[in-house]
């Protein structure tokens, strides 16, 4: 699997960004979903996931109510939506893929991963 992050950009403080995620492959629905990211100097976290029906959603607690991750399993790509942006917020965002089944936070768990998108938000 294959995939391809886009999306990022500069935004102000309060502003929404839509990231998204292309996955090659036939199988995407098979897998569960994720956005991580990682600030300058700090280490790669969770940010959300979604299992491969898009059923199941599960969220880091430091962007709960501010994020949503959704999925086209048609159009093989993975979306994150981020509204109420903070300079906290500005870091590499990244899509990652894992063959197990349900949401998981743990990095080492994901197989594939994209190139990463930089998003930067000014105060």
């Known amino acids: 699997v294959q995939l391809q992050a886009c999306g990022g950009g500069l935004v102000q403080a309060g502003g929404s960004l839509r990231l998204s995620c292309e996955a090659s492959?036939?199988?995407?629905?098979?897998?569960?979903m994720a956005w991580f990211r990682q600030a300058s100097g700090k280490e790669r976290e969770f940010v959300g996931a979604i299992s491969g029906s898009g059923a199941t959603t599960y969220y880091a607690d430091s962007v709960k109510g501010r994020v949503t991750i959704s999925r086209d399993n048609a159009r093989n790509t993975v979306y994150l939506q981020m509204n109420s942006l903070e300079p906290e917020d500005t870091a590499v965002y990244y899509c990652?893929?894992?063959?197990?089944?349900?949401?998981?936070?743990?990095?080492?768990?994901?197989?594939?991963w994209g190139q990463g998108t930089q998003v930067t938000v000014s105060s």
């Open positions: 492959g036939r199988t995407f629905s098979r897998y569960t």
């Open positions: 990652a893929a894992s063959t197990r089944v349900g949401p998981t936070t743990t990095v080492r768990l994901y197989d594939y």
